[in-house]
Each structure stands twice: as structure tokens, then as C-alpha cells.
């Protein structure tokens, strides 16, 4: 058993460099997994699985070449790409995960998570993500016309840019008392998520019991790949250049 765990690519043709890192992972980390994991914002950006956008067609393009030697690949959406649907999935040959999603690795049950339903001290964002994510407003938000959503899109991108790549400090941290709630309520030993770009492995007790939290990294001037296999968990970084 070998599964790869990442999140956090923030693909954007701006830069082609993470790309370029992302798809030569795929040709070869990622040859002859069982799996491939990928825990949100894997785009930057997504307006819709309906937006022509030769880049998704690329990055596509390369998870179906990888699907069919017999790779399973699973998306789950992050905070930036939530609105990936049913046929980027389908024209990827990915299953789209829900957040969370819990899963048995050797033996042992672990949770899945994009990672920023953890940060419950920013509670603008909170409030704001309940909105986003509830069927109606997704059901509104995937139905506006293209336009319109390339105009939001470029309202985003503007805030962003500002701020130049997300870096961890603009980004709320968990809080503890929820990772041991949710950790607790799903009976897991171990939980790995992205979002916060404070990539680790921490360990924790619950009720006398070790379990660890890992945190995924961001990819920005190097990549990060989770490894595990029989022997274990292995939070690896690679130079990008
Ligand atoms: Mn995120």
C-alpha cells in the first residue's frame, strides 16, 4: 500500500512553475501508488467546470492519463475551488471527497479535511463559509453567467495580489479545541489537512490515547507530498525549481 496526500497547489497559469512540479510529480512520485489525494485548493482559482481554461484542460488531461494506469485520484475542494463539479471530476478521472471523509489506513482510521472549517477563531470567515457552501447559494453561485463570475474571479485575484501568495501568517491557524472535537467525534488516531500553510506533524493525546494531526504544505517555493505506506506517515518537501 503507497497513498500521496497534497493540497494547497494553488494552480494558476501565472505560475507555470508549480505546474510544471505538479505534473513531473505525476509522471513519477506518483507511478504505481494506490492513491492520490488531493485535499483542496488545488486551483487558485475555479469559476466553474464550464470556464474554458486551458490549464485545467492540461492538469486533466495528466490525473486521466494517471487514473487509467490504475491510480485512484480524489479531489476534495478547498476554500479557492469549491465550485469544481461533477465533470472536472469526470474529464479527470477523480472522485470528489466530502469534507471531511474518513478512511482506513493500515489498519488505523484516519480523517481527511480541507483544514479551514478548523479555524473557528475567524469568525467573519466562518459566517462567510456557511453562506458559501450552502446548496442554494451554490446553486446560485454555479448559475451566474460566465462573465459575472469572471468578474468576482478578478476581485479575488486583485485581493490576493495585494498580498502577494498566501502566506501562513494571513491565515487563521486551527483552533485546538475543534481538531480534538472532530478528532474525538470521528474516533480517528490520525487527521491530516491543508489549508493553514503551516505544514507539520504534530502529535497529540486524546483520553490518554497518541493520535497526531498532520498538516499538509503549500506549494510555493518548494512542493509537499505525504507519503504512506506500511511503515508509516512521511511529510516530504522538494525544491520547486
Ligand atoms: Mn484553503
Redesign the pocket.
Known sequence: MRCLFIS?LHLEKERPDITRAFLHCLQTRAQGADALYIL??FFEVWLGDDNPDPLADQVSDALRQLSQTGVAIYLMH???DFLIGRDFCRRSGCTLLKDPTLLELNGERVLLM???SLCTDDTDYMRMRRWLRNPLSLFILRNLPLKTRHRIGRKLRNESQQRTRYKALDITDVNHGEVLRVMREHRVTTLIH??THRPAVHPLEIDGRPVQRIVLGDWDRDGWVLEVDEDGYRLESFGLG
Open positions: 494547497d483542496g485548493d478547498g476554500n479557492r480541507h483544514g479551514d491543508g489549508h
